[in-house]
T-cell receptor, first 115, second 111 residues
């Protein structure tokens, strides 16, 4: 079955630790995205990538880093510089048609909690 | 002013009711309109998308876009308890990079 897989589903981080959230897709999509969801704030874009080895900052990139070494993988690292990392993190991907990307499909999310 | 405004609800309706969910937006450059459904602790699921003004129907769901008023709606006919979820509007300009999501409206359909 084609889809987007995020792991782990739940993640706990101690203060000062870096943690990496995994996102893998087998949809052969070009573009991949990371969003953060907080209650009452909707989805906010952290980073996005249109092609392998290239990515751009979204609206709230501070304290996060990404890599795109393979088309199907777009891991997100939450660094110790992110002061309020507790949130629901969503990965998405979309296909490119011409100069436009099509609608995005989402993974099931990773809930990160700082302990 | 936020680029996309969406009433957070919650909205409670009896089973079988017609539900109307709405968003307004401020940027006339937006040209690509989507509705997502999100169940609790799950990722959003794409319900409908459209490029143009007017109506688009898919089963019990109808998406409506009025570009002149910068207003989009999602109608759900014969609502079911399984429709209970948060509904997110999403609006994009060309190229998709800049997709702006509404905050979501929480819907509860009561049996």
């Amino acid at each position: 079955d084609g889809g987007i897989t995020q792991s782990p589903k739940y993640l706990f981080r101690k203060e000062g630790q870096n943690v990496t959230l995994s996102c893998e897709q087998n949809l052969n999509h070009d573009a991949m995205y990371w969003y953060r969801q907080d209650p009452g704030q909707g989805l906010r874009l952290i980073y996005y990538s249109q092609i392998v080895n290239d990515f751009q900052k979204g609206d709230i990139a501070e304290g996060y880093s990404v890599s795109r070494e393979k088309k199907e993988s777009f891991p997100l690292t939450v660094t110790s510089a992110q002061k309020n990392p507790t949130a629901f993190y969503l990965c998405a991907s979309s296909m490119r048609q011409g100069r436009m990307n099509t609608e995005a499909f989402f993974g099931q999310g990773t809930r990160l909690t700082v302990v | 002013q936020k680029e996309v405004e969406q009433d957070p609800g919650p909205l409670s309706v009896p089973e079988g009711a017609i539900v109307s969910l709405n968003c307004t937006y401020s940027n006339s450059a937006f040209q690509y309109f989507m509705w997502y459904r999100q169940y609790s602790r799950k990722g959003p699921e794409l319900l409908m998308y459209t490029y143009s003004s007017g109506n688009k129907e898919d089963g019990r769901f109808t998406a409506q876009v009025d570009k002149s008023s910068k207003y989009i709606s999602l109608f759900i006919r014969d609502s079911q308890p399984s429709d209970s979820a948060t509904y997110l509007c999403a609006i994009a300009s060309g190229g998709y990079q800049k997709v702006t999501f509404g905050t979501g409206t929480k819907l509860q359909v009561i049996p």
